[in-house]
């Protein structure tokens, strides 16, 4: 009977073992790991334009910089506000093609752009998640403005564009990410061929208005730190709803 009652107690404590495992597993997850509706962050890198003055990808670059915030709608989906600083440089010897004085030709940009964001994967740091990573890839579309001047003063005029990125997001801390974009600007109106501050370089082969590919292209690739807040309500573990 003795032994009977020794496998008893070893049933009923085997029983509670297995019973309290969800919840231990819950509660150490709870406190580990929480998601937040927004983040804001700073962003830096080197840019690039394809155009007249240089027909090739990193023929023409320059220092870009600027901060941006984001919306999450859903866990893979999500708004993005971003603003950065760009300069179109370009350095012309005497008896170019262009005709035009010999010397270093600049436009500065200002771009702001509001873009959907998909993520291939749940980012987050829940160990006992496996949908869930510290790693995911991303892509971004939407419609952007850029403001041209050839200086800080003066505001020479304002294109439209639409913005294609790719990136990847690296959670590495419970509120903190850091980020690698690759972002494509595509002009779509009549100034998207005058990125280079000088008029002798727009609208070369007469095309504006009816091919949006004969417009310039400005590109940027940049490394993000974001700071993540605003928590979203915690999911119901076991809840009772009246009738």
Same mark, same amino acid.
């Given at each position: 009977m003795l032994q009977k009652s020794h496998y008893y107690i070893g049933y009923l404590f085997a029983f509670a073992?297995?019973?309290?495992? /969800?919840?231990?597993?819950?509660?150490? =997850?709870d406190s580990q790991h929480q998601f937040y509706l927004m983040d804001v962050g700073v962003q830096g890198g080197a840019a690039y334009y394809v155009g007249e003055l240089a027909p090739h990808v990193f023929m023409s670059t320059s220092e870009t910089y600027g901060a941006q915030a984001r919306l999450k709608i859903n866990p893979r989906w999500a708004v993005q506000l971003k603003g950065q600083h760009q300069r179109v440089v370009n350095t012309l010897? $005497?008896?170019?093609?262009?005709?035009?004085?010999?010397?270093? #030709?600049?436009?500065?940009?200002?771009?702001?752009?509001?873009?959907?964001?998909?993520?291939?994967f749940?980012? %987050?740091?829940?160990? #006992? &998640?496996?949908?869930?990573? /510290?790693? !995911? /890839?991303?892509?971004?579309?939407?419609?952007?403005?850029?403001?041209?001047?050839?200086?800080?003063?003066?505001?020479? %005029?304002?294109?439209?564009?639409? /913005?294609?990125a790719? %990136?990847?997001?690296?959670?590495?801390?419970?509120?903190?990410?850091?980020?690698? $974009?690759?972002?494509?600007?595509?002009?779509? &109106?009549?100034?998207? =061929?005058?990125?280079?501050?000088?008029?002798?370089? =727009?609208?070369?082969?007469?095309?504006?208005? !009816?091919?949006?590919?004969?417009?310039?292209?400005t590109s940027t690739l940049t490394v993000g730190l974001m700071f993540e807040f605003g928590r979203e309500n915690k999911p119901c573990v076991m809840c009772t709803y009246d009738m």
């Open positions: 073992w297995i019973v309290s495992l /969800p919840v231990s597993v819950y509660a150490k =997850d010897e $005497a008896g170019n093609e262009w005709g035009v004085s010999a010397g270093k #030709y600049q436009n500065l940009m200002w771009h702001v752009d509001v873009m959907g964001e998909y993520n291939f749940l980012l %987050g740091l829940n160990e #006992y &998640d496996i949908h869930m990573r /510290p790693l !995911t /890839p991303y892509m971004a579309l939407g419609v952007g403005m850029t403001v041209m001047g050839t200086s800080s003063s003066s505001i020479a %005029g304002v294109a439209v564009y639409l /913005p294609v790719i %990136g990847l997001k690296w959670k590495f801390a419970e509120r903190w990410q850091l980020q690698v $974009a690759w972002q494509h600007n595509v002009y779509v &109106d009549k100034n998207g =061929d005058a990125l280079e501050g000088n008029s002798a370089f =727009d609208n070369t082969y007469q095309m504006n208005g !009816t091919n949006i590919m004969n417009n310039d292209i």
